[in-house]
């Protein structure tokens, strides 16, 4: 029986265990005993018994040795940098000013980070056991960070602005390529999991939690180097905000009532135009203003009002009010912290469910999920060797061999691999102008008939990586108090940590 070692794990073709992930189970339907196959099985027999993706760049015959000697013996014995905001902030020195050389240390800091980064968050998938990293959704995350180590590790040391420039241009493009797609291929690889008993609840709870981490933090880094370089080639040359551009001072009264009024809009498309809604009764420090990341905060408000806007509707429905009953949001903070109790009157959590902070979920659930997730317009379940990696250069080198990635990248944002959930990036560097619409906003923004069941998880993971928490507290037959806490960044700059900046 040929045996393929693949990493550390042994493939057997005989007991290929490929059928049992849900993604990959072909559609033999088709094929009636009554009428003749054309092209005949084995096409498709074959596919599922070969021990490597067909198409794949990284994993294949060679994967194993080059794994080894590449990842394993040159990165995996470095230890990534832990990081403070006030590293983040100040571009790696004291100084609050922009200068020539600062822009350049901190493009070569980037690059070398990510990759040593990267490199163990690939071990930690390599040493999942293999039903695990071989589902669709898990296979797609691995191919996509091996793309990632492989991109950043191939690419030109930065020695100059020009070199940066390039550099910037081609970290841009990568994050708005097919692994902007990592988030809910990594929920849905969990979900897939839990149904087929592949992995403990808690144990895959934890996985996730340490790989969205992780993903923030490279995530900042990222946009904080494009940020710095978009300042210095406007023109700025000083860093006027505390926290550097990524944070912005945020109105608390300002991004709640965006977040009411997207839960209005498709509270009104689910039901109809004319149906009441609640009142919301905003308290305390309604004048709050603090530094934050834009997008989080965005995304924390749309997905927990989202749940309060539904459940209090649905209340409404079924006890045949006159009126919804308000929700109210008391805002308290200190110097640490900031608080926001979002109160409800929907009739609290009856049945309390230890699910409600899992990403895995009950198997029923986790199949409810899952369905949703594959509804979502524009969010298919095709792997990324159908189309990323045919005919395509590398994207850090033309075909003389010379530095060419702002060209040669395009190939990662063709038309075809456009997405709902994808980044919209606007990016001008002279007019200093960068933002981002991340894949998490995209999501929050979904209409209230794609009910994933990971919202809550989610926004747990954010709260806990900002120095805070997400708690509920349920009374049944009566409400529920969802309180937000989010710690003062002002006040945890000094501090290092990994896969925390």
Same mark, same amino acid.
């Given at each position: 029986?040929?045996?393929?070692?693949?990493?550390?794990?042994?493939?057997?073709?005989?007991?290929?265990?490929?059928?049992?992930?849900?993604?990959?189970?072909?559609?033999?339907?088709?094929?009636?005993?009554?009428?003749?196959?054309?092209?005949?099985?084995?096409?498709?027999?074959?596919?599922?018994?070969?021990?490597?993706?067909?198409?794949?760049?990284?994993?294949?015959?060679?994967?194993?040795?080059?794994?080894?000697?590449?990842?394993?013996?040159?990165?995996?014995?470095?230890?990534?940098? %832990?990081?403070?905001?006030?590293?983040?902030?100040?571009?790696?020195?004291?100084?609050?000013?922009?200068?020539?050389?600062?822009?350049?240390?901190?493009?070569?800091?980037?690059?070398?980070?990510?990759?040593?980064?990267?490199?163990?968050?690939?071990?930690?998938?390599?040493?999942?056991?293999?039903?695990?990293?071989?589902?669709?959704?898990?296979?797609?995350?691995?191919?996509?960070?091996?793309?990632?180590?492989?991109?950043?590790?191939?690419? %030109?040391?930065?020695?100059?602005?020009?070199?940066?420039?390039?550099?910037?241009?081609?970290?841009?493009?990568?994050?708005?390529?097919?692994?902007?797609?990592?988030? %809910?291929?990594?929920?849905?690889?969990?979900?897939?999991?839990?149904?087929?008993?592949?992995?403990?609840?808690?144990?895959?709870?934890?996985?996730?939690?340490?790989?969205?981490?992780?993903?923030?933090?490279?995530?900042?880094?990222?946009?904080?180097?494009?940020?710095?370089?978009?300042?210095?080639?406007?023109?700025?040359?000083?860093?006027?905000?505390?926290?550097?551009?990524?944070?912005?001072?945020?109105?608390?009264?300002?991004?709640?009532?965006?977040?009411?009024?997207?839960?209005?809009?498709?509270?009104?498309?689910?039901?109809?135009?004319?149906?009441?809604?609640?009142?919301?009764?905003?308290?305390?420090?309604?004048?709050?203003?603090?530094?934050?990341?834009?997008?989080?905060?965005?995304?924390?408000?749309?997905?927990?009002?989202?749940?309060?806007?539904?459940?209090?509707?649905?209340?409404?429905?079924?006890?045949?009010?006159?009126?919804?009953?308000?929700?109210?949001?008391?805002?308290?903070?200190?110097?640490?912290?900031?608080?926001?109790?979002?109160?409800?009157?929907?009739?609290?959590?009856?049945?309390?469910?230890?699910?409600?902070?899992?990403?895995?979920?009950?198997?029923?659930?986790?199949?409810?999920?899952?369905?949703?997730?594959?509804?979502? %317009?524009?969010?298919?379940?095709?792997?990324?060797?159908?189309?990323?990696?045919?005919?395509?250069?590398?994207?850090?080198?033309?075909?003389?061999?010379?530095?060419?990635?702002?060209?040669?990248?395009?190939?990662?944002?063709?038309?075809?691999?456009?997405?709902?959930?994808?980044?919209?990036?606007?990016?001008?560097?002279?007019?200093?102008?960068?933002?981002?619409?991340?894949?998490?906003?995209?999501?929050?923004?979904?209409?209230?008939?794609?009910?994933?069941?990971?919202?809550?998880?989610?926004?747990?993971?954010?709260?806990?990586?900002?120095?805070?928490?997400?708690?509920?507290?349920?009374?049944?037959?009566?409400?529920?108090?969802?309180?937000?806490?989010?710690?003062?960044?002002?006040?945890?700059?000094?501090?290092?940590?990994?896969?925390?900046?």
């Amino acid at each position: 029986m040929a045996l393929i070692r693949y990493d550390k794990v042994f493939f057997r073709y005989k007991h290929h265990k490929a059928l049992k992930n849900i993604s990959q189970n072909l559609d033999f339907t088709k094929y009636s005993p009554i009428q003749p196959v054309k092209d005949g099985l084995a096409p498709y027999v074959y596919e599922i018994m070969k021990a490597f993706p067909n198409g794949s760049r990284y994993v294949n015959q060679q994967h194993y040795y080059h794994n080894q000697m590449t990842l394993i013996k040159e990165y995996a014995n470095k230890t990534p940098h %832990p990081m403070s905001l006030t590293q983040l902030a100040q571009y790696y020195d004291d100084s609050t000013g922009l200068t020539k050389n600062k822009i350049i240390n901190s493009g070569r800091f980037v690059k070398e980070e990510l990759v040593v980064r990267v490199a163990g968050k690939l071990l930690v998938l390599q040493n999942l056991p293999f039903d695990v990293v071989n589902n669709f959704h898990f296979a797609q995350v691995y191919e996509s960070y091996y793309d990632i180590f492989e991109r950043f590790r191939k690419f %030109p040391t930065i020695k100059t602005l020009e070199d940066n420039t390039r550099f910037a241009e081609f970290t841009r493009k990568i994050l708005q390529d097919f692994n902007s797609l990592n988030l %809910p291929h990594l929920v849905m690889g969990a979900l897939e999991c839990s149904i087929l008993d592949l992995y403990p609840t808690d144990k895959m709870d934890a996985l996730l939690s340490e790989l969205l981490r992780a993903r923030i933090s490279r995530r900042l880094i990222v946009e904080e180097h494009l940020s710095v370089t978009s300042n210095y080639m406007s023109g700025k040359k000083e860093n006027t905000l505390v926290l550097g551009d990524i944070f912005q001072e945020c109105s608390a009264m300002d991004y709640i009532t965006e977040a009411s009024k997207t839960c209005e809009k498709f509270i009104k498309g689910t039901y109809s135009d004319s149906i009441p809604l609640p009142k919301l009764i905003i308290m305390g420090e309604t004048d709050l203003k603090f530094y934050f990341l834009p997008s989080h905060l965005k995304y924390l408000f749309n997905e927990i009002l989202r749940n309060v806007y539904e459940e209090t509707i649905k209340d409404f429905i079924r006890k045949g009010l006159e009126q919804p009953e308000p929700i109210k949001i008391r805002i308290v903070k200190n110097d640490e912290s900031y608080i926001f109790k979002i109160s409800d009157k929907a009739g609290g959590i009856l049945h309390p469910n230890e699910n409600i902070w899992s990403f895995a979920k009950s198997k029923e659930r986790a199949r409810e999920s899952l369905q949703n997730f594959h509804r979502l %317009p524009g969010l298919q379940t095709v792997s990324l060797y159908d189309h990323i990696y045919q005919d395509q250069p590398d994207p850090s080198t033309d075909s003389k061999g010379a530095n060419n990635s702002t060209s040669n990248n395009d190939a990662m944002t063709r038309p075809y691999m456009r997405t709902s959930l994808e980044p919209l990036t606007h990016w001008n560097l002279k007019k200093g102008t960068y933002s981002f619409t991340t894949p998490l906003v995209e999501i929050s923004e979904r209409a209230l008939r794609y009910k994933l069941g990971i919202g809550l998880a989610m926004c747990k993971v954010y709260a806990e990586y900002w120095n805070g928490e997400l708690s509920l507290h349920s009374v049944p037959g009566y409400g529920v108090d969802t309180v937000l806490k989010l710690g003062n960044l002002l006040t945890h700059t000094e501090k290092k940590q990994l896969d925390k900046v």
